[in-house]
Nanobody, 114 residues
Framework: QVQLVESGGGLVQAGGSLRLSCAAS????????MGWYRQAPGAQRDLVAV???????TYADSMKDRFTISRDNAKNTVYLQMNSLKPEDTAIYYC????????WGQGIQVTVSS
């Protein structure tokens, strides 16, 4: 059974940083794209960043200079380093991986206070 578990969220002041982690079980992530989406209240779920097995990354325009996605295949984990956080970054953040179908984590709350 594939399971993705996010951690590292919480409350931070504007300008601060957080690092999200997404640990996978039931699947080896070495050969899969992995990424993060986020969903603010009343909004759709939007792509944040993607990382391919070779390490190529893609970011949403509003986050490319502040967020960094990385992966540790040995730990079966993907990370999202978020710097210079803004109140508009407040959302539930979801990690995912594609392996025949898309698997999602349960989501983790990130709240940025002004």
């Amino acid at each position: 059974q594939v399971q993705l578990v996010e951690s590292g969220g919480g409350l931070v002041q504007a300008g601060g940083s957080l690092r999200l982690s997404c640990a996978a079980s039931g699947i080896r992530l070495s050969f899969n794209d992995m990424g993060w989406y986020r969903q603010a209240p009343g909004a759709q779920r939007d792509l944040v960043a993607v990382i391919t097995p070779s390490g190529r990354t893609t970011y949403a325009d509003s986050m490319k200079d502040r967020f960094t996605i990385s992966r540790d295949n040995a730990k079966n984990t993907v990370y999202l380093q978020m710097n210079s956080l803004k109140p508009e970054d407040t959302a539930i953040y979801y990690c995912y991986t594609d392996f025949g179908r898309r698997y999602w984590g349960q989501g983790i709350q990130v709240t940025v206070s002004s």
